[in-house]
T-cell receptor, first 117, second 110 residues
């Protein structure tokens, strides 16, 4: 089975621009969540998508938005980029039906490293 | 929200040594996972362990939910064990959000 894949791996933007990050979930996983990891910190929860709807959100402003598609892949969009948005953005999927811990075990992708200048 | 504290923040070992990493959390949890983040940023799930003890090769973990802590044991450490180890929890009040600690940076020298 394929794991979680994210693209692009690295990108550089300037303040005020917009960015779209993409994530393909692990086969069979129906839930996708996004995390932001600043340098030297643990990942911080941004939001989670299930059945194409956001069903949980962390302490991030509305300029952070997302989508989930019928094939369970997902996008993270960030508008009006700020310098503090520079971070590693991690996507995680979960939710293998029938597995006792499947809905609780998150599988992470390798991340997209965003630099805002 | 729930607080997660990991100790020590940094740990330097010689190859072959054993180590114990600790994770304390401030509320009851229904999900606890240990991750290893490699130098390229990938988070690798080591254990799903909301309670009890599990072992996988040289690694083992124990969570004592009633006392709100978890321990990760690494035996006979290797240079490839280097990286950041994170503990992450979900509390009973949230069914979707993992809260991470700040991690333990482990360096294993040859």
């Amino acid at each position: 089975e394929t794991g979680v894949t994210q693209s692009p791996t690295h990108l550089i933007k300037t303040r005020g621009q917009q960015v779209t990050l993409r994530c393909s979930s692990q086969s069979g996983h129906n839930t996708v969540s996004w995390y932001q990891q600043a340098l030297g910190q643990g990942p911080q929860f941004i939001f989670q998508y299930y059945r194409e709807e956001e069903n949980g959100r962390g302490n991030f402003p509305p300029r952070f938005s997302g989508l989930q598609f019928p094939n369970y892949s997902s996008e993270l969009n960030v508008n009006a980029l700020e310098l503090d948005d520079s971070a590693l953005y991690l996507c995680a999927s979960s939710g293998l039906p029938g597995h006792p811990s499947g809905a609780n075990v998150l599988t992470f992708g390798a991340g997209s490293r965003l630099t805002v200048l | 929200g729930i607080q997660v504290e990991q100790s020590p923040p940094d740990l330097i070992l010689q190859e072959g040594a054993n180590s114990t990493l600790r994770c304390n959390f401030s509320d009851s949890v229904n999900n606890l996972q240990w991750f290893h983040q490699n130098p390229w940023g990938q988070l690798i799930n080591l254990f799903y362990i909301p309670s009890g003890t599990k072992q996988n090769g040289r690694l083992s973990a124990t969570t004592v939910a009633t006392e709100r802590y978890s321990l990760l044991y690494i035996s006979s450490s290797q240079t490839t064990d280097s990286g950041v180890y994170f503990c992450a929890v979900k509390s009973g009040g949230s069914n979707y959000k993992l809260t991470f600690g700040k991690g333990t940076l482990l360096t294993v020298n040859p």
